[in-house]
């Protein structure tokens, strides 16, 4: 009888243990595909900013040069 006790134990510690690697597995992939998409966020607002900073610039400065400015773009 002590020898089935000791085999259920060991079966559930074992079932337990795959379980808790596999959520880890999940969470560190998950992790990744995170830092990617923020890596992406980054360089979208980067990009952003830039066009900002170039509307900015058009709108104040004369308007002769504002017509070409558009055309440029």
Do not use: P
Not at 11 to 32: D, F, H, N, Y
Not at 53 to 68: A, F, P
Request: net charge negative.
């Amino acid at each position: 009888m002590n020898g089935v006790f000791t085999f259920v134990v060991l079966l559930a510690a074992i079932v337990l243990s795959a379980r808790l690697i596999e959520t880890w597995l999940k969470q560190r992939a998950g992790k990744a595909e995170a830092d990617e998409s923020i890596g992406e966020t980054l360089e979208k607002i980067d990009r952003l900013e830039e066009r900002i900073r170039v509307l900015e610039r058009i709108v104040t400065e004369n308007r002769v040069d504002l017509k070409q400015q558009i055309d440029n773009l």
